[in-house]
């Protein structure tokens, strides 16, 4: 909150497109219909969370969207072993 008061409305305006990136990520991943057109959303917001002005959160983004896809390979792989 302190750097809203600084007046750098910035990251607020970086931070909104979170998570719409995973919830177009995770579509693309559990869906088999469509994977291609989700996975290109999740780009396309990620792109506008990267022009929003603050590319340190747009990496930090990347690097989330990272462990959730890394995640679910290594559940859904556990989960069928099983």
């Known amino acids: 909150m302190a750097t809203l008061y600084d007046g750098q409305m910035f990251r607020i305006q970086s931070y909104v497109w979170i998570p719409v990136v995973i919830y177009f990520l995770n579509k693309a991943l559990r869906l088999k219909t469509s994977p291609l057109l989700n996975a290109s959303l999740a780009g396309l917001f990620w792109d506008i969370q990267i022009l929003a002005g603050a590319p340190q959160d747009a990496f930090y983004t990347c690097l989330a969207a990272l462990?959730?896809?890394?995640?679910?390979?290594?559940?859904?792989?556990?989960?069928?072993h099983l």
């Open 67 to 80: 462990i959730f896809w890394v995640s679910y390979l290594a559940l859904s792989f556990f989960l069928w």
